[in-house]
């Protein structure tokens, strides 16, 4: 069984920082894409930030030059390190892993609450 564990979340003011993290276990096999989702209430699920096997990374325009997604290959985890935090920000974070057999995982999500 696949488990995908986030943490990091949390409060902060705007203009602050948080790093999510996404750890992977179980029989996940070889992981491709890593990606973060968001998702506020009465919205669709927004891309965030994905990053493939070989480090390549996209961005949503929101949040280029202020977040930042990096890997650990060794220890199935993805991070994002969130800067400049904005209250537009505020959301639920999923992360979201594919396997090389493009099976979906998801986790359970994390509360990023940014306001003074």
């Known amino acids: 069984q696949v488990q995908l564990v986030e943490s990091g979340g949390g409060l902060v003011q705007p203009g602050g920082s948080l790093r999510l993290s996404c750890a992977a276990s179980?029989?996940?096999?070889?992981?491709?894409?890593m990606t973060w989702y968001r998702q506020t209430p009465g919205k669709q699920r927004e891309l965030v930030a994905t990053?493939?096997?070989?480090?390549?990374?996209n961005y949503a325009d929101s949040v280029k030059g202020r977040f930042t997604i990096s890997r650990d290959n060794a220890k199935n985890t993805v991070y994002l390190q969130m800067n400049s935090l904005k209250p537009d920000d505020t959301a639920v974070y999923y992360c979201?892993?594919?396997?090389?057999?493009?099976?979906?995982?998801w986790g359970q999500g994390t509360q990023v609450t940014v306001s003074s």
């Open positions: 979201h892993v594919v396997n090389h057999l493009s099976v979906v995982y």
């Open positions: 179980g029989n996940i096999f070889s992981i491709n894409a």
């Open positions: 990053i493939t096997s070989g480090g390549s990374t």
